[in-house]
C-alpha cells in the first residue's frame, strides 16, 4: 500500500543545532507540503513542492528550508534550531491530476523538542 | 488574521446524539473545503469534503454543509460513536493557489460513552 512516511517520529536537540526532518511518500504524488502544529493554531504551511527542483515559502518559513530532489522525498532542515521551533510536523502530499488535488495525505508526524 | 475559523476548541456529547462541527471563513475566494480527523500521536486524515458549487455532500454517518452567503460550513455526525473522538479540522483551498490548504485551528469532539 502507498503511504507516506515520517522520520524521526521524536527529536530532541539543542538550540542552534542544524536538524532535518525526513519525509518519505510512495503514492507518487507530484505536490508535497510541510505544516507545523501548535496550540490555537491548529496547521500552518512552512513550506511546499509541486515537483522535482519545484519549492516555495509557506505562512511560517523563516528558519526552515526544504530540497526537492526527487518525487519522493521532501526533507525539512531547521538551520539554526530555536526553542519557538519546538512543535510537531506533519508532511502531507496530493496529486495533480484533478480537483482532488486539494486532498492531502499527511503523515504521522514528528514531534521536535528544541532545548 | 486567521481565515478559517473553529470557535469553539472543545464539544462533547453523548453516544448515539448528533455532533455539529461549525467552521467560519473570511476569504470569498475559497471554494473547496475539507474536514480532517486527528487521533493523538497520529497525522490527520481526510475525512470529507466539499465545493462550493455544491451545499451539502453525504458520505455514510458524516454530512458536510455549506452556507456561502453565511461563509460557514459544519461538520455533521449522527449517529456519533465513541471512536469519532479526536479533534477535527476545517480546511479551505481557493481558486489559483495552486492546491493549498488553509486550516482552521480544530475542536477537540468527545463522544461520551
Known amino acids: 500500500d502507498a503511504e507516506i512516511t515520517q522520520s524521526p517520529r521524536h527529536k530532541i536537540t539543542e538550540t542552534g543545532r542544524q536538524v532535518t526532518l525526513a519525509c518519505h511518500q510512495t503514492?507518487?504524488?507530484?505536490?508535497m507540503f510541510w505544516y507545523r502544529q501548535d496550540l490555537g493554531h491548529g496547521l500552518r504551511l512552512i513550506h511546499y513542492?509541486?515537483?522535482?527542483?519545484?519549492?516555495n515559502k509557506g505562512e511560517v518559513s523563516d528558519g526552515y528550508s526544504v530540497s526537492r530532489s526527487n518525487t519522493e522525498d521532501l526533507p525539512l532542515t531547521l538551520e539554526s534550531a530555536a526553542s519557538s521551533q519546538t512543535s510537531v510536523y506533519f508532511c502531507?502530499?496530493?496529486?495533480?491530476?484533478?480537483?482532488?488535488?486539494?486532498?492531502?495525505?499527511f503523515g504521522p508526524g514528528t514531534r521536535l523538542t528544541v532545548l | 488574521d486567521q481565515q478559517v475559523k473553529q470557535n469553539s476548541p472543545s464539544l462533547s456529547v453523548q453516544e448515539g446524539r448528533i455532533s455539529i462541527l461549525n467552521c467560519d471563513y473570511t476569504?470569498?475566494?475559497?471554494?473547496?473545503f475539507l474536514w480532517y480527523k486527528k487521533y493523538p500521536a497520529e497525522g490527520p486524515t481526510f475525512l470529507i469534503s466539499?465545493?462550493?458549487?455544491?451545499d451539502k455532500n453525504e458520505d455514510g454517518r458524516f454530512t458536510v454543509f455549506l452556507n456561502k452567503s453565511a461563509k460557514h460550513l459544519s461538520l455533521h455526525i449522527v449517529p456519533s460513536q465513541p471512536g469519532d473522538s479526536a479533534v477535527y479540522f476545517c480546511?479551505?483551498?481557493?481558486?489559483?493557489?495552486?492546491?493549498?490548504?488553509?486550516f482552521g485551528s480544530g475542536t477537540q469532539l468527545t463522544v461520551l460513552p
Open positions: 480546511a479551505a483551498s481557493r481558486r489559483g493557489s495552486a492546491r493549498q490548504l488553509t
Open positions: 513542492s509541486y515537483g522535482v527542483q519545484d519549492t
Open positions: 476569504n470569498s475566494m475559497f471554494d473547496y
Open positions: 502531507a502530499s496530493s496529486s495533480r491530476t484533478s480537483r482532488d488535488t486539494d486532498t492531502q495525505y
Open positions: 466539499i465545493s462550493s458549487i455544491k
Open positions: 503514492w507518487n504524488h507530484n505536490n
